[in-house]
């Protein structure tokens, strides 16, 4: 599809439904000469030249890349007319394409009955799960692990409920039997396990956390911001095949979190949560004098702690999901390629006498750091800060993220590594973009290669 065609096209087809409502004039105030907007775009443009091509398959850094044009479609022309999903009387279409692309989200993850919504982010949909945590468990705290995303940590603190981290072993996941200790104090309420954690792409065994939180009286959140669309994986043909436990058992956990903005092809700004139990939107009550007024269906923002959200944001991701569903076969067919890009690679630096294996990658997050003598902390942490700045800086660039492993966790895989310090940067690549999976080889010759020269 041809991005600039259909950017043509979405103003027409705005253009065309305004044009019933008869004609008008624009006011003068909100007129802008073309001189001076070409001025203005020009130094924009420029101004935007300084970024790095998350686009590119030689990035393989951060969580980042473009959205799908069927979303910048979605997005621009439902922007044209800006409706607000807080409430129908702010626009019943993307408040139904809403509902429609949650009801897919939750068809993935198994959900036989759901309650929610899109939110701005990952961090206000853990928020909203969180919220539910406490008002279902009060007095008690949530157990989440110490490779859990920050924001779990800071809104327990912002909802006034004691945090509990708990350690991770070896492979980046949550430890049960320190769970277990954790939850025997009866101190906890919820249990939120990550599947797919942000720093290594760790999945926690939801399978295995859930029978001790059902013993002890315990809520389960899980956290898929990053991976929850790797579901569409579990128990896949071929070599991208991620094992289907904890990801089936998800099905049976009360919320869950993810974020279209990192896997789902969307534009910041689209994040979404999902209970179980549709009766938790009890807590969300509120009346609202402003809103309200079209019907008395259930509007959104009666189940959401935001107001104002960009209900352009849910005609893209229904517009998305139109062409590119959460199936094995739509959207499932690009976290293959970003999967089978992983594995490649880290059968390359398996092989490598210059890079190591940090850890072998669950989903498409590659951790490696590189081999120097003495084999110790110090110097891996020097050469990778020194490898990503000379990658950046190359005639031929790539672009790679360095991670902060304490000496534990290091030590815990990488027994020989002398800890001389109290940590190491390690390097990290998500490989994110399907184009990955066919520049693995070039990238890897151009990180040993920096890894050699020094
Ligand atoms: C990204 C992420 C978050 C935070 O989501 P935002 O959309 O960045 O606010 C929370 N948890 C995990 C596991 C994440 O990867």
Known sequence: MDLHHWLGRAT?????WADTFGPYQAHPSLLVDDDRFAAAFGELAGRLKDNYPFF?????????????????????????????????????????????????????????????????????????ALFVAR????????????????????????????????????????????????????????????????????????????????????RVHVDAAYGGFFTLLAGADGPEALP????????????????PHKHGLQPYGCGAV????????????????????TSAELHLGEISLECSRAGASAAALWLTFQ??????????????????????????????????????????????????????LTGIDAASARILTDGMTSPDPIFLSTLRADHEAFTARHPQITADTDGARILRSVLMKPESEHHIEHLHIRIEHLARTR
């Open 135 to 218: 008002e279902l468990h009060p007095g008690r705290g949530v157990a989440y692990s110490e490779d859990a995303h920050y924001t779990h940590g800071r809104m327990c603190h912002v909802l006034g409920l004691k945090g509990h981290p708990v350690p991770t072993d070896d492979h980046g996941r949550m430890d049960l039997d320190a769970l277990e200790d954790t939850l025997r104090t009866g101190e906890v309420g919820t249990v939120v396990v990550t599947t797919g954690t942000t720093g290594l792409g760790a999945v926690d065994p939801v399978h295995e956390v859930l029978p001790l939180a059902e013993r002890h009286g315990v």
């Open 244 to 259: 289907a436990e904890p990801w089936r058992a998800i099905a049976r956990c009360d919320s869950v979190v993810v974020d």
């Open 12 to 16: 027409h087809a705005i253009q065309d």
């Open 274 to 293: 999902l209970f179980r139990d549709p009766e938790v939107g009890r807590f969300y009550l509120h009346d609202s004098p402003y809103t309200y007024f």
């Open 56 to 128: 590119h398959p030689h990035y393989a850094g951060q969580m980042l890349k473009p959205p799908h044009p069927a979303a910048v479609v979605g997005y621009v022309t439902a922007m044209l007319i800006n409706p607000n999903n807080h409430a129908l009387d702010g626009g019943p279409a993307t408040a139904a394409m809403e509902r429609e692309a949650v009801a897919q989200l939750a068809s993935m993850f198994g959900y036989d009955t759901h309650l929610g919504h899109l939110t701005t982010s990952g961090t206000i949909a853990n928020l909203e």
């Open 323 to 376: 062409l590119l569903p959460p199936t094995p076969d739509g959207l499932g067919q690009i976290l293959a390629a970003g999967r089978r890009a992983a594995l490649k690679w880290a059968d390359l630096i398996d092989a490598s006498q210059y890079l190591e294996l940090y850890q072998q990658p669950e989903l498409d997050i590659v951790s490696y750091f590189p081999a120097v003598e003495p084999a110790a």
